[in-house]
């Protein structure tokens, strides 16, 4: 025989609190006990807890009541209004070609596997803010499928592969917090959660009846949940903030009721009449009818917001047929306007009661209510798809875990918004410096890695958790920012000791930092860029030193205002070691180098390069003796100077050649060249002779001639 399994639920609802002791054997529930306590004050709005102690109060007594006549109660499962509700799907699949056969906990696990991926989708989503997080309340299986094929069931099937797709519920921490806060106060542990709209599609449409497209809506006092359900699945979840405390609002503004007493008047309203006492005391009789025609807009208003929810959620039209549950589905004449809203006609809008729960059985005592099916649906979704957390601390905060498998600490961190990265320190900033065009990437120092203690024990991410465990996670430290000098990268380059023309000297290399001289200790920075210029060669030193350069042009020549070439330069010779090297020789550590004088060329020498012939020239013999004559041609300037053949120029000197007398050399130009003095005593009459014949005194005369001066007494000798 079966034991049967006790169930204890509890439906915290805007106006009451419900709770219910179920008992479960063969799949066949039976309701043996239900207690219903209204809260004391308006201590939940819109199905948000706003007053914890109060709430906790009426769980209490609940509790209290229950224990007398079913013994102690630890562990209770409970439903959250669809309040700031966010919907997702997810789907999960596995290999299953080494599985015998699919358990009922592996298809658990599957499903709870795709709640986890819906429950990332959602926080990835533009929909949740960056710091919100979202609890799972509830989940429907969309399909399942075996080997890429859709199956109604996965349990005892075998294959290659078997997956499934789910639609899960999720609200924000705040409202879930609130609610184990108040369990907690009332010393109860949360056995499992869901929403209020999943516990009533449990117990009210069967997975038969799905393939239709009905939608139940769960009308409680502050929110009113809806769900969808086509193609043999739930398809859609939703809530619109508005319920049986708008037309218990409407009531106490009209008639001047103090909230209590609108609520009981609105529950009295099947009766013919009324009585109405209002805060001043008056009290009146008051036809049921009146009262339900002055409530008829606020009605209106209470269908016209479901019904447009219906339709966003069933892609903008109205479904087959609408179930209406929970205590405001009650309201006189809610249907007929849901009927027009969604125009249906109105034997397609029914309100269920415990008389549609299908394999649910109920003490004698119990009263059939649309209130009483949500509660039920609660304890038996606990127990169909139930939704389990456990709670552990990180860093002192309390941080909710789902748990669709054994949890990690890993787990944990990142519910609470630890990311993976965030456990080691971050490394410091690397920098990029170019050396002599070539890239080289200096990175930063790593992070240190972060202490984990789980109950002040040290351990890794893979470790699991338990139930009330508290984690310690004491972050790294970052890393410190790539750093280095020049002398990081470049080295240190030996220096070089020479003795040039008796003097010592130091060769090191110049380095240059962003094209400006930089010694081996400074700081880089990124994207700085080194130069290392070695110098090698005596062409290296001498522009070092600032020496004058090793050959250019000593002159500049012009003849006749014409710019000419030349092919003289100032050259210095080098020596090393006594022997004659180039410029380009390669200068070694410790040679002694010496530097010849540099020549220059003469004028003449430049003259002959240019073609330009300075002087004519004739050797003759005068009176005997032989005489060389020279006659110029050319004036010399030397800078605009003019100046004699013989004076010697300068590097850099522009020197001139122009040509200025073109006349023959004559009788007359000997006497430049030989020393002559007429005789004082003697003839007086003389003859110019050349080569034996007269001449005239400016005739002219060759190398060669003989030449001489014939005197006598009288003339024509």
């Not at 859709?150 to 997956?163: H, N």
């Not at 809806?226 to 037309?247: F, K, L, Q, R």
């Not at 409530?295 to 179930?323: D, H, K």
């Not at 007429?678 to 003839?683: C, E, S």
Request: glycine share 6%; proline share 5%.
């Amino acid at each position: 025989m079966t034991v049967a399994t006790t169930l204890f639920a509890l439906d915290i609802g805007t106006r009451s609190v419900v709770g219910l002791i179920l008992q479960e054997e063969d799949g066949i529930y039976h309701v043996a006990d239900l207690i219903s306590v209204e809260h004391k004050e308006r201590s939940m709005i819109d199905g948000q807890i706003h007053n914890i102690l109060s709430v906790a109060k009426v769980i209490t007594e609940i509790k209290a009541e229950l224990e007398l006549r079913h013994g102690p109660l630890k562990r209770v499962s409970v439903a959250a209004a669809g309040r700031a509700l966010k919907t997702a799907e997810g789907s999960m699949e596995i290999n299953t070609s080494e599985h015998a056969i699919m358990s009922m906990e592996d298809v658990n696990r599957l499903e709870l596997g795709a709640v986890q991926q819906a429950q990332q989708k959602l926080l990835l989503s533009d929909s949740v803010p960056m710091d919100d997080y979202y609890y799972c309340v509830g989940y429907s299986v969309l399909r399942y499928k075996l080997d890429g094929e859709e199956i109604g069931s996965l349990i005892d099937q075998t294959g290659q592969s078997a997956s499934v797709e789910v639609i899960a519920t999720f609200l924000p921490r705040v409202v879930v917090e609130s609610l184990l806060s108040a369990l907690k106060r009332a010393e109860l542990e949360m056995e499992a959660l869901t929403l209020e709209p999943i516990a009533a599609i449990n117990v009210l449409i069967p997975p038969s009846m799905r393939r239709l497209n009905v939608a139940l809506v769960d009308i409680g006092a502050g929110t009113s949940d809806i769900a969808i359900t086509n193609d043999n699945t739930v398809t859609a979840y939703g809530m619109v903030p508005i319920a049986g405390d708008e037309i218990t609002e409407a009531l106490s503004n009209h008639y001047l009721l103090d909230f209590p007493v609108a609520e009981l008047t609105k529950r009295e309203l099947a009766e013919e009449e009324v009585t109405i006492t209002d805060i001043l005391g008056f009290e009146q009789q008051v036809a049921s009818a009146e009262v339900i025609t002055i409530l008829q807009p606020a009605t209106e208003r209470l269908a016209q917001s479901i019904s447009e929810e219906i339709r966003r959620l069933n892609n903008g039209r109205s479904p087959q047929a609408v179930m209406v549950v929970g205590g405001g589905s009650l309201t006189p004449r809610l249907t007929d306007e849901l009927s027009r809203c969604l125009e249906l006609p109105l034997n397609r809008i029914g309100i269920r009661g415990l008389d549609a729960l299908s394999g649910v059985t109920y003490a004698d005592e119990i009263e059939s209510s649309p209130a009483l099916v949500t509660p039920i649906g609660i304890a038996i979704a606990a127990r169909r798809a139930p939704i389990h957390y456990m709670s552990v601390t990180v860093n002192d905060k309390t941080i909710r875990l789902f748990e669709l498998k054994e949890m990690s600490v890993g787990d944990a961190l990142l519910a609470a918004k630890i990311k993976p990265g965030e456990l080691y320190g971050k490394p410091g900033l690397g920098m990029s410096v170019t050396v002599n065009s070539q890239t080289i990437i200096i990175p930063g120092e790593h992070g240190t890695p972060s202490t984990l203690l789980v109950n002040g024990r040290p351990a890794s991410t893979k470790d699991l958790l338990s139930n009330g465990d508290q984690i310690q996670l004491t972050r790294g430290e970052n890393g410190a920012d790539a750093s280095a000098s020049v002398r990081d990268l470049v080295g240190d380059i030996p220096a070089k000791q020479v003795i040039f023309n008796n003097m010592e000297k130091t060769i090191s290399p110049t380095i240059l930092l962003n094209g400006e001289k930089a010694s081996v200790d400074t700081a880089l920075h990124d994207r700085d860029e080194i130069q290392v210029i070695q110098k090698e060669t005596i062409t290296d030193l001498l522009a070092e030193w600032g020496t004058l350069a090793t050959s250019q042009n000593p002159v500049q020549l012009f003849v006749n205002q014409k710019r000419i070439q030349t092919k003289y330069s100032v050259t210095t010779a080098y020596l090393v070691g006594g022997r004659t090297v180039s410029e380009s020789y390669v200068v070694k550590d410790g040679d002694i180098i010496q530097t010849e004088p540099m020549t220059l060329p003469t004028i003449e020498q430049l003259a002959q390069e240019a073609g330009v012939h300075l002087f004519d020239q004739a050797t003759v013999k005068f009176n005997g003796v032989p005489a060389n004559i020279r006659k110029k041609r050319y004036v010399i300037r030397i800078n605009g100077q003019v100046v004699e053949e013989s004076a010697p120029p300068a590097p850099g000197d522009k020197i001139e050649f122009d040509a200025v007398d073109h006349a023959p050399i004559v009788f007359s130009d000997v006497f430049a060249f030989v020393e002559y003095d007429l005789p004082t005593t003697g003839p007086t009459h003389y003859q110019l002779m050349r080569n034996g014949e007269p001449i005239g005194f400016y005739d002219p005369i060759f190398s060669g001639d003989v030449l001489e001066i014939r005197f006598s007494d009288k003339l024509n000798i």
